[in-house]
C-alpha cells in the first residue's frame, strides 16, 4: 500500500523543519535564513518585512541572537552556509512558532501561507516528542525509585544471611568438661 503524493511531501516537508528546529534560550526556534529558505525569500527580504511589522513581534516571537549564541561550539546546527555571507555585525534572528507564522502572514506569498502550515506541523511534533520524553523520563524515574527499595530489602536480607554464615563458620567454643568425678556441692 503507498501513501498518497501529498501526504509524502507532507511527512517530507515536516522532518525537514524539525531538524531545522533549535532550542535556544529555552524556546524552540527558526532561525531567520532557514525560516526565509522555507518561504522562498530571501533573508534579506525577510528581515525587512519583519523590520517594517515589528510591533507585531514581541520578544516572545522572535528575538535576535547574542555574538555568544552564534560562535557557540554548537554552530553548526546553525546552517553555517548561510551564516558566511552574513554581515557579523548583525547576528540572525530566531522566531518562535508564532514568530514563523506570523512571518508568513507579512509575506503573504503563496509558498510562506503554504509552507507555514508546515512550520506549525513541525513545532506541533516537537512539542509531542518532548511530551513523550518527559513521560518517558517520569516512568523512569519510579522504577528506578521502586528497584532502589527492592535493592534496599535485598541488601538487608543479605547483610543477615551473611551474618548468619559468619556465625555457623565461628561456632562458640562448648565447655570443656574436666575428666574424673567432680563433685557439685552447690546444689545440697
Keep these: 500500500m503507498s501513501v498518497p503524493r501529498t501526504s509524502r511531501a507532507s511527512t517530507v516537508a515536516v522532518e525537514d523543519?524539525?531538524?531545522a528546529i533549535?532550542?535556544?534560550?529555552?524556546?524552540?526556534?527558526?532561525?531567520?535564513?532557514?525560516?526565509a529558505a522555507l518561504y522562498g525569500v530571501t533573508t534579506k527580504r525577510l528581515n525587512e518585512q519583519v523590520k517594517r511589522n515589528a510591533e507585531r513581534f514581541p520578544e516572545d516571537f522572535m528575538f535576535r541572537l547574542t555574538r555568544?549564541?552564534?560562535?557557540?561550539?554548537?554552530r553548526?546546527?546553525?546552517?553555517?552556509?548561510?551564516q558566511k555571507h552574513r554581515d557579523p555585525r548583525f547576528p540572525p534572528y530566531a522566531l518562535t512558532e508564532h514568530g514563523a507564522i506570523m512571518a508568513a502572514t507579512i509575506l503573504n506569498s503563496p509558498?510562506?501561507?503554504?509552507?507555514?502550515?508546515?512550520?506549525?506541523r513541525a513545532f506541533v511534533q516537537l512539542r509531542e516528542l518532548l511530551?513523550?520524553?518527559r513521560e518517558l523520563?517520569?516512568?523512569?524515574?519510579?522504577?528506578?525509585?521502586r528497584l532502589d527499595k527492592k535493592l534496599t530489602d535485598h541488601d538487608a536480607a543479605i547483610a543477615a544471611i551473611l551474618s548468619a554464615i559468619r556465625e555457623l563458620m565461628n561456632p562458640a567454643m562448648p565447655k570443656h568438661r574436666s575428666i574424673g568425678f567432680t563433685a557439685d556441692l552447690d546444689e545440697k
Design 111 to 120: 509558498r510562506a501561507i503554504e509552507m507555514s502550515v508546515y512550520v506549525v
Design 137 to 145: 523520563a517520569r516512568r523512569f524515574a519510579q522504577l528506578e525509585a
Design 17 to 19: 523543519i524539525s531538524r
Design 68 to 74: 555568544a549564541e552564534t560562535e557557540a561550539p554548537n
Design 131 to 133: 511530551g513523550s520524553n
Design 22 to 35: 533549535l532550542v535556544l534560550r529555552g524556546h524552540k526556534v527558526l532561525l531567520d535564513a532557514e525560516l
Design 76 to 82: 553548526s546546527h546553525f546552517a553555517t552556509g548561510s
